[in-house]
């Protein structure tokens, strides 16, 4: 630092020396001559302000704000600096003083002289130096934030009947353990037992142990409160196998089997001599629904309780006869007889479902005797049908349950069915409860008809249909089809839109529409017949020119549905239509080549494609916008965007806008474009599309469907017990992939939709050093873009175990070797990019044969993301570009967004 310039005031001194009262305070000067280094520095701290900058002279210090503020001078920390003939002064000179001094930044009125500083002359100043946290200890603060409510995941988990029935079954006995448990995890101990058991107990320790790692991670599936995953198909132990086998070579065979008989004749002794108690809890179960995991070896043990097994799960054999099972089904059902006619009903159900494993039967039998509750939830452990379930639920007056379980499962029609016979009044209350849930699905049509037979509902179906008619043109088309279907005297006003539907000009989307609408009723009346004669003939013309997919067959159809004699005789032959060229894009034999859009002026964070060529965008925190197919506003949802999850409807969605932890959610309505807030969510992967009503989500590493009505508090389907953290998910039409790290292993879980049953659940091996994809075909990919041997780069990866290459970048390529490239999983294939300095070129290659569908060239340092939809892969970028391309055509629509 240089010594500061030193002028006299021609006046021999300043008449305002300093600043009084309030003022526009632009710095503060901190004076080396009044003040240490130290003390100026803690002062600087305690006024520096967001945006501030602090510069040290020789003199002193100097801390400037980001924008004048309003100080009493008197009681400001320093020296009060305001902006003055274009320089920071102490004082209010006037124009006369200030023009006798030489430029300066900074101007310090001290005693008859002016100092003038330079902005060169100081160095900047870190205000953090101020601040030492040596020896203060850290501590994590406490979280003040309201907690988010708890998930409800108890309310569909069924309870065994030992709960149920409490002292009803006598209390358990403290001699073994259950018999069923017994036979699936029995090992004799070693201490205080035979020698053939201890031998045995030998053997199945050597050829168990390989085994045991899967037993282990097997009993993991066991799910936490909430519904229980769909179990798969149980593989016999390999263990038993080996040792069923030894024991044969061994002659221990035989022991084993006398053992096991001598058990048996003591059971059937028991049963004959009326000792029901002690033979209930010694009997073997027939004919369960659950496959054999093997061979028995072990003798099997008295049950400790009459408690009923709340799933239905594989177990051992020990190898019974076909004529001991039919004597044990006979004494089976004569104890039954006999528990039923002593009024003891409790154990007569244990008899039928445990022991006969007539479960339907037991659920019967409870029914009967006005038993709803333990049914329902019997049912529920027990993993039963749908509509049985809820039936039994709405019987015993849980119909919030009953609800939930139809929603999970979407069997509201079978449970209707079950209850129409018998129970009208719940059967009615059921259908408006669909109709509900089909109006937050978005599909209000559907609703219409679910409730129309209900006369008391036909006011609020009405309002639904009026609803549907301001929608889209598709929807609207369709609207007007069950308006004359179900109101038919009200078609005549609709006058005025039937005659736009009907010009050939127009557009042949809704027409296609009313014209498929038409072919499904079965009823036709008087104005579904006019509907049909005055657009029969623009639909015509629209076939002729390739513009709906009707064949001929069905323009008959429909001229005879018209019923008008005059119209069948003008109307010209229809002539079958030539078969088009357009091949799908993935079926494609060659690539398309393809430009992005041009740039637009506002960030698409997110798009869906909609119905009616329509296009919902998630514009951040500006919020949710629909476009047209040129771009064009049409509507726009005050809820933060950063992501967009579409109902399968098309009008209904979910907005998402991630936070610090968690990400809050909004339901749009685009029908009746209301907003719904759902709250907040910690989601860790989630399924970009849902039914409307349930929506798959990840969230602290369980696996969940949450309802989306009025919070995502209630949960339809849960597994919790996952043996690690989940690492990837992926979300596609038929299945959901979730990988899983098992200690030192992936895992991968895949559940089959839209049962949600456990496909898959296999060890994977995986490169460590390569990301690994979640996918469809073979549960995760490797894919991997690198430099082959002669120079060209290519992608490899895995096609249901073999390995498999494209092509990409050839080495003699003037466009010269890319810094980076990227990998996007997809359905049927894979979105690659390769980047350079001055662009980027992308590349659709499919799955099965490595071929290259589609190029697309981009802007350089432009990330582009991708959503597949049913018929569309949309790309879209921060740019306000949009390329959607039709797989179903091979057609492709470019957008600009302006805002």
Not at 225 to 249: D, E, F, H, K, N
Request: aromatic share 6%; with cysteine.
């Amino acid at each position: 630092m240089t010594s500061p310039a030193r002028t006299h005031n021609a006046g021999g001194s300043v008449r305002y020396p300093l600043w009084h009262g309030n003022q526009m305070v632009s710095a503060l000067w901190f004076s080396a001559a009044w003040l240490g280094p130290e003390q100026r520095l803690a002062r600087l701290v305690r006024a520096w302000q967001p945006g501030s900058r602090a510069l040290r002279f020789a003199d002193g210090d100097v801390l400037c704000f980001a924008a004048p503020r309003a100080l009493v001078c008197e009681q400001a920390p320093g020296l009060a600096l305001c902006q003055a003939h274009g320089g920071l002064f102490s004082g209010a000179l006037t124009a006369a003083e200030a023009a006798q001094l030489p430029p300066a930044d900074i101007g310090l009125v001290h005693g008859a002289q002016v100092i003038a500083l330079q902005w060169h002359q100081a160095v900047p100043l870190d205000p953090a130096e101020a601040i030492d946290m040596t020896g203060y200890p850290l501590h994590t603060p406490y979280d003040c934030s309201p907690s988010a409510p708890p998930l409800e995941v108890n309310r569909l988990r069924g309870k065994p009947l030992r709960q149920l029935l409490g002292d009803a079954v006598p209390p358990a006995s403290a001699e073994r353990d259950a018999f069923l448990r017994a036979l699936k995890t029995q090992r004799p101990e070693v201490q205080n037992s035979t020698l053939w058991q201890r031998l045995l107990a030998r053997a199945q320790r050597t050829l168990g142990n390989a085994h045991a790692s899967a037993s282990n991670r097997s009993a993991a599936t066991g799910q936490r409160p909430g519904v229980p995953a769909r179990r798969g198909a149980a593989a016999v132990s390999a263990w038993r196998t080996r040792l069923a086998r030894a024991l044969v070579a061994s002659r221990l065979a035989g022991l084993v089997g006398h053992r096991q008989g001598a058990y048996m004749r003591r059971m059937l002794r028991q049963f004959e001599n009326g000792d029901l108690d002690e033979a209930l809890r010694n009997a073997l179960p027939l004919d369960g629904v659950g496959e054999s995991l093997g061979q028995a070896f072990g003798v099997p043990q008295r049950r400790s309780d009459l408690s009923l097994s709340r799933t239905r799960g594989a177990g051992t054999s020990i190898g019974l006869g076909e004529d001991l099972q039919a004597h044990l089904r006979a004494t089976y059902r004569s104890a039954f007889a006999r528990l039923d006619r002593e009024g003891q009903i409790d154990r007569a159900v244990f008899v039928l479902a445990e022991l006969l494993n007539a479960r339907h039967e037991a659920l019967d039998y409870l029914v009967k005797h006005a038993r709803y509750t333990q049914a329902a939830e019997l049912a529920l452990g027990w993993d039963m049908p749908a509509a049985m379930i809820i039936r039994l639920l709405m019987l015993a007056g849980d119909h919030a349950r009953a609800v939930q379980v139809a929603r999970r499962d979407g069997a509201f029609a079978a449970a209707i069915q079950l209850l129409h016979g018998t129970d009208r009044a719940l059967a009615d209350a059921l259908r408006l409860e669909w109709g509900q849930a089909l109006v937050q699905a978005g599909d209000w049509l559907a609703a219409v008809d679910a409730v129309w037979p209900l006369h008391a509902a036909r006011n609020q179906a009405a309002q639904w249909l009026l609803a549907a008619e301001q929608a889209g043109s598709t929807l609207r088309a369709r609207a007007l089809v069950k308006r004359a279907q179900l109101l038919p005297d009200t078609l005549e006003h609709y006058a005025e839109r039937i005659a736009a539907l009907a010009d050939p000009t127009a557009d042949a989307a809704p027409r296609s529409e009313i014209a498929a609408a038409l072919l499904v009723d079965a009823s036709p009346n008087r104005s579904l017949q006019q509907l049909a004669r005055q657009l029969l003939p623009a639909i015509a013309a629209d076939h002729a020119f390739a513009r709906n997919s009707l064949s001929v067959g069905d323009l008959t159809t429909l001229l005879k549905l018209a019923k008008d004699p005059l119209l069948s005789a003008d109307i010209p032959a229809f002539k079958p239509r030539a078969a088009t060229s357009q091949s799908r894009l993935w079926e494609g034999a060659t690539t398309v080549h393809l430009q992005a859009p041009q740039a637009g002026l506002a960030a698409i964070h997110d798009v869906a494609a909609l119905p009616d060529r329509r296009y919902l965008l998630a514009l951040g925190e500006a919020g949710a916008a629909v476009v047209d197919t040129h771009g064009r506003l049409l509507r726009r949802y005050p809820a933060p965007a950063f992501g967009v999850v579409i109902a399968d409807s098309g009008q209904v969605a979910l907005a998402i806008a991630p936070r610090e932890r968690v990400s809050t959610v909004h339901r749009l309505d685009l029908i009746t474009h209301a907003v719904r807030d759902l709250g907040q969510i910690a989601l860790q992967y989630a399924a970009p599309s849902y039914s409307g009503i349930g929506w798959s989500i990840v969230v602290d590493n369980r696996l969940l469907v949450v309802d989306t009505d009025k919070d995502l508090h209630s949960v339809l389907w849960h597994v919790g017990d996952l043996p690690g953290p989940v690492i990837a998910a992926g979300f596609f039409s038929d299945c959901e992939v979730y990988l899983v790290q098992a200690r030192e292993q992936l895992e991968d879980w895949t559940y089959s939709l839209p049962e949600r049953r456990l496909k898959a659940r296999d060890p994977l091996r995986v490169d460590p050093q390569t990301p690994v994809l979640a996918h469809r075909l073979g549960s995760v990919q490797q894919a991997e873009v690198r430099t082959d041997p002669d120079g060209d780069i290519c992608l490899h990866y895995q096609h249901l175990g073999n390995a498999r290459q494209c092509r990409l970048h050839h080495r003699g390529d003037a466009s010269g070797a890319p810094d980076g490239s990227s990998v996007v999983a997809l359905e049927r294939g894979f979105l690659v990019g390769l980047h350079w300095p001055h662009g980027a070129r992308y590349f659709l290659v499919r799955h099965h044969d490595g071929g290259i569908v589609a190029s697309l060239d981009w802007p350089a340092g432009i990330a582009v993301k991708v959503r597949e939809q049913p018929g569309h892969l949309l790309l879209h970028d921060a740019h306000g570009r949009l390329l959607d391309l039709q797989t179903d055509r091979s057609l492709t629509h470019a957008l600009s967004f302006l805002g």
